[in-house]
Structures are given as C-alpha cells and as structure tokens.
C-alpha cells in the first residue's frame, strides 16, 4: 500500500537565520507583508503517463489558478523519478517535468521521501541500517501499519551518507529552486485518531510494537550521553531524556547533514511535517528550514475546518516568525466549497499560503474556487 492508498483508508480520500545571506529572495519573503510573502504550492504526486502537451495544460492551469510553486514527487520509498546514480530509476520524470513547469513561469521542487526505503538492495544488503521497536522487531522484516513503512534509523552514519548522496544529487539540477523531505521522522507512536479505526487499533498510550527505535547504535549514544540505559527503564515512554534524544536525532540530520548540502548549490529546503510532530518525534521547529509545510489534515484528527485555523496560529507561534509557514490542505473527497472553508481558514490563521495535496485531485470546479478564494 502506498502513501495516497494509506490515507485514503481514511474515507477522506489521507532557514535558518544563517541561510539568509545565501537566499536574497528569502530575506524578501520574510521581510515584507502577508501579500508579498504569499505563496501557493501543491504537491504533485508521480504520474508518468500523461503526455508532455498535457503537463503543459496542468501547469499552465495550475498557475493560471494562483499556484506559484509545484513539489514534484521524485522519490517514493522504491524508485527514482530522475536520473539517479545510486538508486533504482523509474523514469527520467524531473527531467521531462523541469523544464515544462519552469516555462510557466512555476518554481519547482524535487519532493523526495526520506526515511522510508523499500529499495530491494537496500534492505537485502542492509538490514542493520532500519529502525527498531521496543519488542526488538525490525522494520524492514515487520514494519507498523502498513508495508511501506520500512524507516531508517537517523542515528547511523551510513544513512546520512544515503541520504546526502540523494540530495546531492538532486542539488546539482541547475533549473531546480529546492529540495522538499517527506517522513523525515520516525513512525507515528500514536497514529492520527480518525485513522486509528481503520486498523482496528487502539492507541491510547505509547505501545511497545510503534516505538522506534530500539537498534544498538541508538540505545548504545543515548547511554553514552545521558547515562541511562533505556532497556532497564521500566516505562521509556516516560523517559523525558530519551524522547529528547529521538527528536534530536532528526533535527540533527535535518540540519547538520541535508540542508548543508543543499544549501551549498543555493536550493531552498522545506518539509512536509506534522501538527502532532511529538508523535512521530520531528521536532520541526526547530529546524532550519526554509520555509515549513504542515500537513494539517483536519479529517485525520477528526475536526472541522476550523482546526486548521487554530493550528496554523499555534504553529507559527512556534516558529516565532523566523520562517514562513504553508498549511497543507487534503483534498480527497473535499468539494470546492470545503476546499474555500480550508483555505480561508489557512489563511485567517496567519498562513503565507496553502499547499494543495494532491494536485491530481483538483477538479476544474476545485481550481475555479481556488483562483478566488487563495488570491485574495
């Protein structure tokens, strides 16, 4: 089962101040008003079929409709869409779609997945690199929920060296404006409520078979830096210094690994990331991002669309106005109308935007209420 087949499960269908410098046009972005700061993205899931004349009508509807920047997914946890070195190539997407969506005048980033890693290879030739739970059980023989969720663990140097050889690479497209991490985090612990249900589970508190991860590397540097050995603590879930740590193993690779690299060829880094992020231990406010794309799914947690005006407050009070923010919007199932209630409330909340997911489920009706209520 895929990303789009696990939420739609659902019956909804599921920079840093130091980078400034580097980024004249992101000092703009955060300097001047709301208007001028406005931008509107959606993510534009692989789709290898249409001709290169209707991608030209798609983009060209898309920016006509007031979309200013389109997330190409390029790695989906199995295959790249682009011309890579080290992973298995589907098909050369990026380089057939770059240059369309850069002719209407769209920026482009290369949308990839981060810590889940289905490449036969990978998990053949390396096993020890996935995470593990606290029963002991790996992922990549026994992943949580679904058979996409094969997670690498962010402690092991040998995954942030497959990381880094993957946004490298993708940094080197000339014509690409940036890079966008997807699951960059653990497995949920605690899975959205509305999802719960559809798995006949019931998460009511931190359960051993969801709680990543356990391996050597990560129980052995947490002992090292704090002391505690995690396997004699009789409740984990309640040990503040080890949940601590797991965010800090991912804010670490975020901002010390991938957007170093970035960076250095001058691409902009955002991410996909959660509302609920403590659990999925993706402590992303603390990130050195350069702009943050919330996922704020409101029939996932079982909320109306006023939710997501509530979140997008708290959540750039978070950030405390040192990067944008753009709410993420689901649009499976969501009528045009819904859609105009999710996106004005976005914006009522203090958003610099909304990110349309995906973009394949926009009717013509769904763009017309979007060119009016996301331009206003």
Partial sequence: MNKRAFIRTLGVGSVGLAANALFPNLNMLLAGDRQQRRKNWTWVTTDVGPSTDEWKKRFALMRQSGIDVVLLEIFNGYKAYYGSKHLPVGEAWLEKLLPLAKAEGLEVHAWMWSMPCMVEEVCQQHPEWFVVNRKGESAVDKPAYVDYYKFLCPSRPEVHEFLKKRV??????????????????????????????????????????????????????????????????????????????????????????????????????????????????????????????????????????????????????????????????????????ELAEAIEAALDGGANGVVIFPAQAMSESHWRIFSQVAKR
Wanted: aromatic share 12%; glycine share 4%; proline share 7%.
């Fill in 168 to 337: 490298g690479e993708l940094a080197a497209y000339g014509e690409l404006d940036g890079i966008h991490l997807d699951y960059i985090r653990y497995p949920d612990v605690i899975l959205p409520e509305a999802l719960q249900p559809k798995y006949h589970i019931k998460q009511d508190r931190e359960y051993p078979e969801y709680d990543y991860c356990y391996c050597s590397v990560c129980v052995d540097k947490f002992h090292e830096e704090s002391g505690i050995d995690i396997r004699n603590v009789e409740d984990p879930a309640a040990c503040t210094p080890w949940r601590q740590f797991r965010y800090d193993r991912i804010t670490h690779l975020v901002n010390d690994i991938l957007i170093p690299v970035a960076h250095e060829h001058h691409k902009l880094v955002t991410a996909a990331v959660f509302p609920n992020w403590e659990m999925v231990r993706q402590e992303w406010p603390a990130w050195n991002l350069d702009g943050a794309l919330p996922m704020l799914y409101h029939t996932m947690y079982g909320k109306k669309t006023v939710w997501i005006k509530e979140e997008t407050e708290r959540e750039i009070a978070l950030l405390h106005n040192r990067r944008p923010l753009y709410s993420g919007l689901l649009v499976f199932d969501m009528s045009p109308e």
